[in-house]
Structures are given as structure tokens and as C-alpha cells.
């Protein structure tokens, strides 16, 4: 017969072991996953085109440099043709601010060691809650420029396609009309850090330009009990959580990101790279 004691006692240490499995094992744990996405009018150049993303870093609250390092080194033995990271390389709070900018510093140096050529990314809600003015700085200073309400041709044989980066949205001035030109004549790729804010993509005149829309932002939900929602979402982030979507006439992906916030954990969310494969639409 069990004694309430010993139920106690168990359910302790039960709780004890999630906890260490999330912090530990669930946090450190990288998942790889592969997508292959269908562009229309994709140039032939870019049949195969491969494109790496990752988010939400979230350097040095709570992950460590030698975390960093791994998914650096994960991202580099991919070879791919493009690396792009969707924003939030640091944390704002819950310690002192002094070390985020610390952070940001460090974290643009460890960046600096991916091998990838063509490497771009956009501000997340905590970097522009640090300061982005000093995150782009560190980030374009070591080799990774951050696309702010802008676009770039992506070049190939003399084929293109364009690469297009909002300006955070929750706290900063995001304008989709600045960022995405209008009749582009080629596919655009468009990163956005809230993946919510799709759906006003989607609405706004030159959305119709937007193939794929990458983001991260939500974690995925960082902590998922089974068969029920993840138990906090921030704003933005609460519509399109994980995964790939159709949004409009537009796809996105949202990443679930290799940090954390709130808490160091993650149960059933493991940290996420992305792998990208574009292939031409079928007619």
C-alpha cells in the first residue's frame, strides 16, 4: 500500500527529474530538420538552392557560448548556400542590462565563425529592447549584416532572388512597403521575427510579392505538455507557433528557436535548426 509520504516522495522526485531532463537534457539537445519549399517562377539557378536558418539565441540568458558554438559548428558542416538567423541574438532581463550588451558583443563574435559567405538576419523584440542600434553595430561589425525594413539580391548565374528583412515589429517601426519593392520580378524571401505578423502581410499590397516568410520568436512553445497547448506564448507569437503554414498567398516557417527565456528549460521542444531546400512549383 502506498503511504502519502511515499506518493509525495515520488512525485518530488518526478518533478525533480522533468526538470533536470528540461534543463539539462531539453535544452541542450539540437534538432535538425529538413524542408523543402516550393517557389513559383524559382529561378533555375536556385532549383536546390539550400538555405540554413536558426533564431532566438538569447546569449547569455540563458545560453551558454559553448551551446553557440555547437549549433555553429552544426550549421557549418551543413554547407549551405545561405545562412539566415530571425532575430533575438541576446536577452533583455532578467539581469542587468550592462550584460546583454556584453553579450551582444560576444555573441557577434562567436557568429562571426560561421563559414557560410552570405550569412543576414533581422532584430528580434529583445535586441531592439537592448538597443538595436548597438546589436546591429556588433553584428555588421563580425560579418553578419541585419536587414532592417530592407532588401538585397540574392545572385546566381545571373539569376536572382531577393532576400528581405522587417524591422522588429513590437519594438521597432516595421514598413513592408520599404522592404519589399514593388513588382520585384523574383521570388522574395522575407524574414520577419513574429511570425503573427504574417497574417498583415498577407493583407498589405506588396504581401503578394512575399513567397516565404521565415520567422521565430515563439520558441515553439519552449515548455509543451502533452496534448494541450504550450502554457505561454508571447504576443505575436501565439497564432502560428511551430512549423510550416499557409498564410495569404504567402508560406511561412516559424523555427523554434535555440534559447530560452523565462525559464532555462524546454520539455518536448527540443532547440531547432533548419535546413531549406527550394524547389520550383509544379505546374
Do not use: W
Not at 557560410?116 to 549584416?145: I, T, W, Y
Not at 532588401?151 to 519589399?180: C, K, Y
Amino acid at each position: 500500500m502506498l503511504t502519502r509520504r511515499q506518493f509525495l516522495t515520488g512525485a518530488a522526485l518526478s518533478s525533480a527529474a522533468i526538470l533536470f531532463f528540461a534543463d539539462e537534457i531539453g535544452r541542450h539537445e539540437l534538432e535538425l530538420t529538413h524542408h523543402t519549399f516550393h517557389i513559383p517562377n524559382l529561378p533555375p539557378a536556385f532549383h536546390g538552392f539550400r538555405i540554413v536558418q536558426f533564431s532566438d539565441i538569447h546569449l547569455e540568458e540563458y545560453t551558454e557560448d559553448f551551446f553557440l558554438r555547437r549549433v555553429i559548428a552544426r550549421v557549418n558542416a551543413l554547407a549551405p548556400d545561405l545562412v539566415l538567423i530571425t532575430g533575438d541574438f541576446i536577452s533583455r532581463g532578467p539581469l542587468p542590462i550592462a550584460l546583454s550588451y556584453e553579450s551582444a558583443a560576444r555573441c557577434a563574435q562567436i557568429l562571426s565563425t560561421l563559414t557560410c559567405k552570405q550569412r543576414f538576419g533581422v532584430l528580434g523584440n529583445h535586441d531592439a529592447a537592448v538597443g538595436s542600434r548597438l546589436v546591429r553595430a556588433h553584428m555588421e561589425a563580425n560579418g553578419l549584416p541585419l536587414l532592417v525594413n530592407q532588401h538585397i539580391p540574392i545572385e546566381r548565374d545571373n539569376q536572382r532572388i531577393l532576400l528581405a528583412g522587417l524591422d522588429n515589429i513590437s519594438q521597432g517601426f516595421p514598413n513592408l512597403t520599404l522592404t519589399v519593392p514593388d513588382n520585384p520580378g523574383c521570388p522574395v524571401i522575407l524574414m520577419c521575427h513574429e511570425p503573427d505578423y504574417a497574417s498583415d502581410i498577407s493583407c498589405h499590397p506588396r504581401g503578394r510579392f512575399v513567397d516565404l516568410i521565415l520567422s521565430g520568436h515563439s520558441h515553439g512553445g519552449q515548455v509543451r505538455l502533452p496534448g494541450v497547448r504550450p502554457l505561454a506564448l508571447p504576443p505575436l507569437g501565439r497564432v502560428y507557433v511551430q512549423g510550416h503554414f499557409q498564410v495569404g498567398t504567402s508560406q511561412l516557417y516559424v523555427n523554434r528557436g535555440i534559447g530560452t527565456v523565462g525559464l532555462p528549460l524546454r520539455l518536448n521542444c527540443l532547440p531547432e535548426i533548419t535546413e531549406i531546400t527550394l524547389q520550383p512549383l509544379e505546374s
